[in-house]
């Protein structure tokens, strides 16, 4: 675990050091220095760098998944459901999909609808194979395709500060929120 956080450090070093001249107010381990590119459950393109300013909870999981996904969706509610009284303008809930071939902007909308999880706040995520294990790098996160249409996978939701520098994570299933509801509020002051 160890030498990938060191690798993942390493990565946005590079990164930061290659791009230093337009981000000087950002952090050189912030992940808004990852140059890749996203499609949300709009279809509209971004880069993580579009979420600057705002605290940041993210967890990596697809929408076909029946085990881990739909307790890691509950679980980015009921952080959602205590943070109720935070401006939708000041956090951003991120799911980034694992499984982006499948994972189309349609799907990711049911998906959030689903879930009832709506307003500007909300974000699911897809970009390529390449740029979606180079995030899941970045939060320690591992996945593995263990056939077409299922995934083995860590079990993780990151908070990442207003300047995208990783300040927390959770590991594991069913474990109380309150760690992450206190980080992000620490976050926003």
């Not at 967890?59 to 009284?85: H, N, W």
């Not at 299922?150 to 300047?163: A, G, L, Q, R, T």
Request: with cysteine; aromatic share 8%.
């Amino acid at each position: 675990m160890k030498r990938i956080l060191i690798l993942s450090l390493s990565i946005l070093l590079f990164f930061a050091c290659k791009n230093n001249t337009s981000n000087n107010d950002i952090s050189a381990d912030s992940v808004y220095h990852l140059p890749s590119q996203w499609e949300n459950q709009a279809g509209q393109k971004m880069k993580m760098a579009d979420l600057k300013g705002k605290v940041v909870v993210m967890v990596m999981i697809y929408s076909t998944c029946k085990t881990a996904c739909p307790i890691l969706t509950s679980e980015m509610g009921e952080i959602a459901s205590r943070l109720a009284d935070v401006s939708p303008k000041d956090i951003r809930f991120v799911m980034v999909s694992i499984d982006p071939q499948t994972d189309t902007p349609e799907r990711m909308t049911a998906y959030l609808k689903k879930n009832n999880f709506s307003g500007e706040q909300w974000l699911f995520l897809r970009s390529s194979e390449e740029e979606t294990r180079e995030l899941a790098n970045v939060l320690s996160v591992k996945y593995k395709e263990i056939s077409p249409v299922d995934f083995s996978h860590s079990n993780i939701i990151s908070v990442f500060s207003k300047n995208g520098t990783l300040a927390f994570q959770k590991e594991g299933l069913g474990i109380d929120v309150e760690g992450t509801v206190s980080e992000v509020r620490k976050q926003l002051q």
